[in-house]
Structures are given as C-alpha cells and as structure tokens.
C-alpha cells in the first residue's frame, strides 16, 4: 500500500525535519492562498493561540489558526478557524495536529492581497474583522471586473 501525504509529512517531521507543501484554498486568505508553499515543523510542547498549524480532518490535511484551546473531561482540545472565515472548525486534539507553520513562500501578490496583508497585522487581532474585510474586498473585486 502507498503511504500518503499526511503520514509521509509525519515521518519527515518525527526525524526533525522541515516539510514544505503546496496550498490549496481560500480560507487562510490573505496570509495564505492557493499556490503558496507553507513549511511546516513539528509542534513541541503545546501550540499558542494564533499559531497556524496543520491538522488532520477527515483525511484531509487543513491549515488554519489556532484561536482557541480548553479542557473538557479531562482532555485537551484545540479550535481553529481559517482567517477568511466567520465559524470556529470542531476542535480536535492533539494527536490531529501535524505540525506548525513556520514560513510561507509567495509569488505574484495582488493590489487586494497586498491590502488585506497590510491590514493584517490589525485584522488578525480581530478576527471576524479580518472576514468580513476580505468579503467586501472579494466583492468589490468581483463587481470592478464584471463593470
């Protein structure tokens, strides 16, 4: 059998290695967006609130901020949220997480991702603010090229 991405990642990063992946998506936008390659390490210790960190979620490999972590039985859990969304993801524990991003490498950096990556340093302390800014500036993009 074929190993996959996921445990192939975990056995890079259990040696002490670094991994560098290519993205796909919208949800980290704009600090991260499809095309960008994320290098990863792995977590030692507990991850901080506002880390992004790469998890395991129905075999899939997500890459999202932690916002927040609690305790619930006796067990410790972590919810993150993709910057580009308004709801939290169903927490999940640690032994879900994969690693934490450490570097991010773009190319070709847009007039509104250069705005939002300006903003972001404000945005990012508040994060529904950070949503609802990329909304209207995918709007007003949308409705500028449609004119």
């Known amino acids: 059998m074929k190993p996959d991405i996921q445990t192939i990642t975990s056995i890079i990063l ?4 670094h991994a560098s992946l290519p993205t796909i998506g919208s949800s980290m936008f704009p600090v991260i967006r499809t ?9 030692s ?5 506002g880390d992004i960190i790469v998890f395991q979620s129905n075999g899939q490999m997500i890459c999202h901020r932690l916002v927040k972590t609690f305790k619930k039985d006796g067990v410790q859990y972590y919810q993150t949220r993709g910057d580009a969304f308004f709801k939290r993801d169903m927490p999940i524990t640690y032994e879900h997480i994969i690693g934490r991003v450490i ?29 609802a800014v990329v909304r209207v500036l995918i709007k007003t993009r949308l ?5």
């Open 14 to 17: 259990d040696g002490g290695y």
């Open 45 to 49: 210790g507990k991850p901080s609130i």
């Open 103 to 131: 570097q991010i490498q773009r190319t070709n950096v847009s007039i509104y991702r250069r705005i939002l990556l300006i903003l972001s340093p404000i945005t990012n302390r508040f994060t529904i603010l950070n949503a």
């Open 35 to 43: 095309g960008d390659r994320i290098t990863i390490e792995a977590v």
């Open 143 to 147: 409705w500028l090229t449609a004119s």
